[in-house]
């Protein structure tokens, strides 16, 4: 199996990273990522991105991936209103299109969060855009 990862110098996605890496079921594992994780595997590529709204080069690194895990994400109390909206849906719908553009019958698993409100009603900003993201994806 290849996988695809993204946050994996965060918290969930360098858990995501280590057991990827130890899973024999697992064969290759690349991250995309704007620094190295720091870690060394055979199964590892890290390719560094600078702008994760922009896939263009990045399809030979996307296609042929059975799963995407896509844990990059950021506090909502870490930033302003419009930069967790670009964080968590324009990063997001801008990789989950290009991959399966590149990878039209991959699986692309968000990591969203209790509290997720597909209707966008919730009273909290993580909320309505976790939400907007999880409904579009399903659509």
């Known amino acids: 199996m290849r996988v695809l990862i993204t946050g ?5 996605g360098s858990e995501a990273l280590n057991v990827a890496l130890q ?36 399809a030979p690194h996307l296609a042929h991936q059975d799963i995407f895990l896509w844990d990059l994400g950021i506090s909502q109390n870490a930033v302003k209103k419009d930069e967790y909206v670009r964080i968590t849906y324009d990063y997001t719908m801008a990789a989950a299109a290009a991959y399966f553009l590149a ?5 692309f698993c968000f990591l969203s969060g209790q509290g997720a409100d597909q209707k966008e009603k919730s009273l909290t900003l993580f909320g309505r855009v976790k939400g907007r993201v999880e409904r579009e994806l399903t659509a």
């Open 8 to 12: 994996a110098t965060g918290t969930a």
């Open 23 to 58: 899973d024999p079921e697992i064969t290759h594992v690349t991250v995309l990522t704007r620094r190295s994780t720091g870690a060394v595997n055979m199964k590892l590529i890290e390719v560094l991105v600078k702008d994760f709204t922009d896939y263009s080069g990045l």
């Open 103 to 107: 990878n039209p019958n991959g699986r």
